[in-house]
Nanobody, 123 residues
Framework: QVQLVESGGGLVQAGGSLRLSCADS????????MGWFRQAPGNEREFVAA????????YYADSVKGRFTISRDNAKNTQYLQMNSLKPEDTAVYYC????????????????WGQGTQVTVSS
C-alpha cells in the first residue's frame, strides 16, 4: 500500500526557493513512477514534473523547466521537488503522486496521491 505525505511548503518571496518532500510509508516506493502536480485557486490541477522508477529520467512542464528539479531517493522512500526562482504564479497546492506509467503528465495515470502542501509566493 502506498501512502504519500508531502512536506516543505510555505510562504516565500519571489525569487526564493523551497524544497518539497514526499515520503511513502509503504515498502514498494521504488516500484512506482512519481510525479508532482499543482492546483491554484480557481484553476484545474496541472502537471509540474515526473520522474521514472530509477530517477534517471525526468520530465517537466514548460512553465517550470530550468527552475524546478525533481529527484528521488529510493533508499529513503522519498521524492523531492527543488523549486528555485519562484514566481507568484507558482502559488498553489502541490501534490505528489505515484503510478505505474513513467513520466506521465496526466493525473489519471497516477493511482496514489498525497494530501497536498501549500506553496505561496509573494511579490
Amino acid at each position: 500500500q502506498v501512502q504519500l505525505v508531502e512536506s516543505g511548503g510555505g510562504l516565500v518571496q519571489a525569487g526564493g526557493s523551497l524544497r518539497l518532500s514526499c515520503a511513502d510509508s509503504g515498502r514498494t516506493f521504488s516500484n512506482y513512477a512519481m510525479g508532482w502536480f499543482r492546483q491554484a485557486p480557481g484553476n484545474e490541477r496541472e502537471f509540474v514534473a515526473a520522474i521514472n522508477w530509477s530517477g534517471r529520467s525526468t520530465y517537466y512542464a514548460d512553465s517550470v523547466k530550468g527552475r524546478f528539479t525533481i529527484s528521488r531517493d529510493n533508499a529513503k522512500n522519498t521524492q523531492y521537488l527543488q523549486m528555485n526562482s519562484l514566481k507568484p504564479e507558482d502559488t498553489a497546492v502541490y501534490y505528489c503522486a505515484a503510478g505505474h506509467y513513467a513520466l506521465a503528465t496526466t493525473g489519471a495515470m497516477y493511482a496514489y496521491w498525497g494530501q497536498g502542501t501549500q506553496v505561496t509566493v509573494s511579490s
